[in-house]
């Protein structure tokens, strides 16, 4: 009776959490197909002196439907914010006494200079100019607040900025990121671009890649090893990061997605997939809602701090951001 009470604690738990922003999470048309299913597994690994052990491990259908989405079709102008304040926060207050993250060296701001929506795209453009003790400006966007779902199809249609010293970038941060604190809440890289000036990684103006990261309290529950993937333990948090090396990501618009489930987290580009993330527990920090960002960021850690000699400008294009359940 105890194991039966249990059962329906936990698969009544997973269908109030599974949904999409906070005002939609009851909606159950938001949510995706999620099930539990016990299979009975003979010689288990993990159970010494038993012929059998009773595992339960849960599933998750993606369906087809759009459950959010920003397409960038009414264009910025005079008097009309760059994007959808329903949809979007523009990023404009430094954190950390006045400097942003991971040594970046723009400053982020709502100039329609750095960010606007036009001719069907939504442009994120870091320019060479001082501002605030900085020498460079540039935009970042987040939906915390305003669109936090849990698993679904995420994806992005977008054109990549072509100068070397660009971090160009679309993650999701766990939701519960003012609790807990980063990294605890969690971070999934759906797209990272512009490592490849570092001697460390592939020297290919190509290269991208997707990394799935998590804090010391989610050591032991989840995977050290992915093959042919790289690991790093920072002492802070560890993270699974994998590469690709794609054609004419500047003259080009390529589709970067994520698929995220319980039991494990799939990255694609151009419906290639090219990282299986598989989970380890089905718990902290991926089983709870997280919230979209997009940026571009200039130098930092990520390129070393260099930027190439001669920067003016550089643009980040991005034709669509949608979500499916």
Same mark, same amino acid.
């Given at each position: ?23 939609? #999470? ?35 259908? *993606? ?36 400097? +942003? ?5 723009? /400053?982020?701001?709502?100039?329609? =200079? ?63 990121? =003012?609790? #807990?604190? +980063? ?29 799935? !990261? *998590?804090?010391?309290?989610? /050591? ?56 299986? /993330?598989?989970?380890?527990?089905? !718990? ?17 850690? +990520? ?9 003016? =400008? ?9 979500? /499916?359940?």
């Amino acid at each position: 009776m105890k194991a039966y009470l249990n059962s329906i604690f936990f698969t009544l738990f997973l269908l109030i959490s599974c949904g999409g922003s906070k005002s939609d #999470i009851d909606d159950p048309s938001l949510t995706g197909n999620v099930t539990q299913t016990s299979n009975l597994t003979q010689g288990s690994n993990n159970t010494q002196g038993s012929n059998s052990s009773n595992q339960t491990t849960t599933t998750y259908t *993606y369906g087809n439907d759009l459950v959010w989405s920003d397409e960038f079709d009414e264009d910025s102008s005079f008097g009309v914010p760059a994007v959808s304040p329903d949809r979007w926060n523009i990023e404009t207050v430094a954190p950390d006494n006045g400097s +942003w993250y991971n040594g970046e060296l723009q /400053y982020y701001t709502d100039k329609q =200079d750095n960010i606007k929506v036009e001719d069907g795209l939504l442009k994120i453009t870091a320019k060479r100019e001082d501002f605030q003790g900085k020498l460079y400006t540039s935009a970042r966007i987040n939906t915390q607040d305003k669109f936090e779902f849990i698993y679904g199809r995420v994806e992005m249609r977008a054109k990549l900025p072509n100068w070397e010293g660009m971090w160009p970038a679309f993650w999701m941060l766990g939701a519960n990121i =003012d609790e #807990i604190s +980063w990294p605890n809440c969690g971070e999934l890289d759906i797209l990272e671009h512009g490592d490849y000036v570092k001697d460390s990684t592939s020297n290919d103006p190509g290269l991208i890649s997707s990394a799935v !990261h *998590y804090g010391p309290q989610d /050591y032991s529950r989840q995977p050290t090893y992915v093959p042919d993937k790289i690991f790093f333990d920072t002492g802070q948090e560890r993270f699974i990061r994998a590469e690709k090396i794609i054609d004419n990501p500047f003259e080009e618009f390529h589709t970067y997605a994520i698929q995220w489930a319980p039991d494990k987290i799939q990255f694609f580009v151009d419906e290639e997939m090219y990282f299986e /993330y598989p989970m380890q527990s089905q !718990h902290s920090p991926f089983d709870k809602p997280f919230f979209l960002l997009l940026n571009l960021a200039v130098g930092g850690h +990520w390129t070393d701090g260099y930027v190439a000699p001669g920067f003016t =400008d550089a643009t980040y294009e991005i034709d669509y951001v949608r979500v /499916y359940q």
